[in-house]
């Protein structure tokens, strides 16, 4: 869903009001009231700049300040004293962070025109510069964001609307580009507020955008104010400081400062006349308890200091707690959404043989062992859904059997796996009573009859019984049932005989998967806070006591899981993150999934999860599939 932004008047006054985008805490309406229209003045306190050209405070164990000076980088403590020797060098911007191994701080390095991370250990002591690579166009500002899972990240803001989010390397570890950024032309500025995981731009003569700062997250973004007369801001916005409830900004031509702050569920503002300086330039800001502290920079060079009170820190409703992938299939060959369901196949007698076979909607399948390199590659058109039998009977011989919904033909695209080697073959596809098919899952009886069972965007699903006893499949229609509105997602549990359906928009239903058993349809789960839509991917872990059924909540990047048995109780939500150690990126908006408890060796304790990532980072690429061992899922929602 695109923003909508629509401008009101407020008695008497301008307030903009924003329909949010649909990324983590921005799901709400926001109203930004105007600023007062005789903002108070704010005494400064003046000091000289001491030769410094940019400044940036620190808060926590190493408080003080870093700066630029003629001489270099420098650390300073809170007395201004040196506490560091500097690192020479000519560089004219400024972001730093306070992390638990010691300070990192970032510039740009005018002499080698490249990004540089610097680091001082706990006890100020520098390490080596570590050069990013040059961007290719001129750096204006940067800023650091930190996750959920204390992994730091530098944005790197450039003109004609360039940028990059960068993974900062810990522990001597390189850093590493995540993703490109789209942005305004005009920006100029950014801040983050790691608490609210809000990105702000600044764009010149427009006003102040806000992003989502997790790379997880498209490039999205709203409104948070405009110049005059369409918002609060008299001229436009230089400096920007992010706070734990919001953002600080300069607005430079009437030397005003700018404070606004998530509260209530919208975005409040105030403003205040500095009374010292010609023309405020940067601002740094730290939080000491409750008090704002501020270090303001003019255009003389003089250093102006204040405070401001009240800071809040906003509770992140949004955070799940998080998995790591331990590996990730090689990207699928077509852009855009392409990759979409995977299905699992264990080896018969060799764990670590399994295959995992994953749909490129735009072109074929893909096959890959459990490293997720590419085994093989079937061009047989776009396929969305997969799934498979062991032990299907054709003619003389045992296969096992994969079946994909071929949205090409409407029909059903078969594919033999190899018992032995798990080599894929074609086998060609059937046809359909479906007009705009799916997605697909398959079903097998006490007898050992198999099923599949797409769907249709029309909400109909058709039951058909596989034949291959002639040594050619046939495929004969059952019975039929029907959601609403459009799903996608199916997944049978063949030992209780039920089958499970998304209907995308409203929730999870069941019914028997057995052909001659009725068809009505029973509520499982419907959209609510723990289950987003749309409701995705889903799948059957059996557990040696209970099924579980794991489900992909698309529209807040998680996965739930639910009791697969009446009454369905939910266990709770997780999220897949960044596991940096591996180089494998967190997983969003995933489509299709499968869980399997076999065994796949010592590297996939308790089973394998696969699921499809819908925004492949860490760097961008084609989508793909993240390949995720079951027990810290198991230990982290303490199933039983």
């Keep these: 869903m695109r923003p909508v932004t629509s401008i009101i008047a407020v008695a008497g006054s301008v307030a903009l009001l924003v329909a949010c985008t649909e990324q983590g805490a921005d799901k709400r309406p926001e109203l930004l009231s105007a600023a007062?229209?005789?903002?108070?003045?704010?005494?400064?306190?003046?000091?000289?700049?001491?030769?410094?050209?940019?400044?940036r405070l620190i808060a926590g164990k190493q408080a003080g300040s870093l700066v630029i000076t003629t001489r270099g980088v420098q650390l300073l403590d809170d007395n201004d004293n040196p506490a560091s020797s500097a690192l020479p060098g000519y560089y004219d911007t400024l972001a730093v962070h306070q992390g638990a191994a010691g300070l990192v701080a970032a510039s740009h390095d005018l002499q080698r025109d490249q990004p540089v991370v610097l680091r001082w250990s706990a006890s100020g002591v520098a390490t080596a510069p570590e050069y990013l690579p040059s961007t290719g166009y001129p750096l204006e500002d940067l800023c650091f964001y930190q996750d959920q899972s204390n992994h730091n990240y530098l944005f790197l803001i450039g003109e004609e609307g360039l940028g990059q989010q960068w993974l900062i390397g810990?522990?001597?570890?390189?850093?590493?580009?995540?993703?490109?950024?789209?942005?305004?032309?005009?920006?100029k500025g950014c801040a983050v507020s790691t608490a609210l995981g809000a990105l702000f731009i600044s764009e010149e003569n427009i006003g102040i955008w806000q992003y989502a700062a997790h790379p997880e997250t498209d490039s999205t973004r709203h409104i948070l104010d405009l110049v005059q007369p369409w918002?609060?801001?008299?001229?436009?916005?230089?400096?920007?400081?992010?706070?734990?409830?919001?953002?600080l900004a300069l607005d430079t031509g009437s030397n005003s400062l700018h404070r606004y702050r998530w509260q209530d569920q919208?975005?409040?503002?105030?403003?205040?006349?500095?009374?010292?300086?010609?023309?405020p330039e940067q601002l740094s800001a730290r939080t000491v308890e409750d008090t704002l502290q501020l270090l303001i920079t003019d255009d003389n060079g003089a250093q102006l200091l204040t405070e401001l009170t009240g800071v809040t820190r906003p509770a992140n409703t949004d955070s799940l707690p998080e998995v790591l992938a331990l590996s990730q299939t090689q990207p699928v060959p077509h852009g855009g959404d392409a990759a979409d369901d995977p299905a699992i196949w264990p080896h018969p007698s060799i764990p670590e043989l399994a295959r995992v076979l994953g749909t490129d909607k735009r072109g074929g399948l893909g096959v890959y062992d459990l490293q997720g390199h590419e085994l093989q590659y079937l061009p047989v058109g776009r396929i969305n859904n997969v799934d498979l039998r062991k032990d299907f009977t054709l003619g003389d011989q045992a296969i096992d059997l994969a079946v994909a919904s071929n949205r090409d033909r409407n029909s059903l695209e078969l594919f033999a796996i190899d018992p032995a080697s798990g080599r894929v073959t074609g086998l060609g596809d059937l046809p359909t009573?479906?007009?705009d098919i799916y997605g697909l899952c398959m079903a097998q009886s006490p007898d050992g009859a198999v099923y599949a069972i797409p769907n249709d965007k029309d909400g109909r699903f058709i039951q058909y019984r596989l034949d291959g006893s002639s040594g050619q499949i046939t495929a004969k229609a059952v019975r039929q049932f029907k959601t609403d509105t459009q799903p996608e997602g199916c997944v049978a549990d063949d030992a209780r005989q039920r089958l499970f359906v998304g209907e995308e928009g409203v929730g999870i239903w069941?019914?028997?998967?057995?052909?001659?058993?009725?068809?009505?349809?029973?509520?499982?789960a419907r959209v609510s806070e723990l289950l987003h839509d749309d409701v995705e991917g889903m799948a059957v872990y059996q557990h040696r006591d209970r099924p579980y059924l794991i489900v992909s909540s698309q529209g807040n990047d998680s996965y739930v899981i639910f009791d697969a048995v009446p009454p369905y109780a939910a266990h709770g939500a997780f999220r897949i993150g960044l596991n940096a150690g591996k180089g494998v990126d967190g997983v969003s908006e995933t489509d299709g999934l499968e869980v399997s408890s076999a065994d796949f060796g010592a590297a996939w304790p308790g089973g394998l999860l696969v699921v499809q990532d819908g925004r492949k980072r860490l760097p961008e690429g084609n989508q793909n599939f993240k390949l995720v061992p079951w027990q810290p899922i198991a230990e982290l929602l303490q199933l039983p």
């Design 36 to 55: 007062p229209a005789n903002p108070a003045e704010l005494a400064l306190q003046v000091r000289e700049a001491n030769g410094i050209s940019a400044q």
């Design 170 to 187: 810990e522990q001597g570890a390189a850093s590493r580009l995540v993703r490109n950024l789209h942005l305004p032309v005009g920006a």
């Design 231 to 247: 918002g609060a801001l008299p001229e436009g916005p230089e400096g920007l400081a992010g706070t734990d409830d919001g953002l």
């Design 266 to 279: 919208q975005w409040q503002h105030d403003s205040w006349q500095l009374t010292e300086g010609s023309k």
């Design 433 to 435: 009573e479906l007009t």
């Design 510 to 524: 069941t019914l028997s998967s057995a052909e001659d058993q009725p068809t009505k349809l029973t509520e499982v």
